[in-house]
């Protein structure tokens, strides 16, 4: 009697190892696929916000650039981004106006209002149109801070590692004309190199060989003028 107890015993534990192991073969590529996909939406942000410098620098400057310093030293540091205001000139306006209920095209003709031309800091103008998005800790959306925008040009992983995007600019023909192209990417190798080996390089050649696009994640392209993200 004692001799069965034990052997069910040890078979009721072999089971529950089998399950045990059944249930991880199953889980395992599921919990690569979330963290796979947890990453994808870190770089996809950062890359958004790359993208979002790199037009605001091409407006500023007349070009993209290959540079993280440059492009992030220039835009936050230098008040060299042309935009226009509406002045009101409150020494032309008589006294019995009240220049709310003047129609702005009257108010320019009358010379009440003027535009000018002014330089301002290209990141505090993306700030005031709400194009640097980020949530933060309480999951409210807010503008990226300083530290957000200078540290965009590291991967968000592996954490703890200080890899950056690669960042590259130049010019292509197109008809005869040279037009600006930028291109910003990580590649799923250096993503994911923290990840299981075997299902990473699975990832990777499904994504080459059954999608047939650049195994990693980038917006921009060198041989084309596009901004789009591989993402989107």
């Avoid at 947890?38 to 996809?44: G, L, P, S, V």
């Amino acid at each position: 009697m004692k001799g069965r107890t034990i052997l069910q015993i040890v078979l009721a534990l072999v089971i529950v190892g089998l399950a045990v192991l059944l249930y991880n073969s199953i889980m395992k590529p599921v919990r690569f696929d979330n963290e796979y996909n947890k990453r994808r939406e870190a770089c996809a942000e950062k890359l958004k916000a790359i993208r979002t410098l790199e037009e605001a620098y091409k407006v500023t400057y007349g070009s993209y650039t290959g540079s993280f310093d440059t492009l992030i030293g220039r835009l936050m540091n230098e008040d060299s981004m042309k935009t226009v205001v509406k002045v009101t000139n409150y020494d032309k306006i008589p006294a019995d106006v009240d220049i709310n209920e003047v129609p702005e095209k009257e108010a320019v003709e009358k010379g009440y209002v003027s535009r000018e031309e002014v330089f301002i800091n290209p990141i505090a103008k993306l700030r005031e149109d709400k194009k640097l998005p980020t949530v933060d800790a309480t999951g409210h959306t807010v503008q990226m801070s300083d530290e957000q925008i200078r540290n965009l040009r590291y991967v968000p992983y592996p954490k703890g590692e200080k890899n950056e995007f690669e960042l590259q600019a130049g010019t292509i023909d197109k008809s005869g004309f040279m037009v600006p192209v930028f291109e910003c990417k990580v590649s799923l190798e250096t993503l994911l190199a923290d990840m299981d080996k075997q299902q990473r390089i699975n990832k990777i050649a499904e994504i080459e060989k059954v999608v047939g696009r650049y195994a990693g994640w980038k917006v921009g392209d060198m041989t084309q003028a596009i901004t789009d993200g591989n993402f989107e």
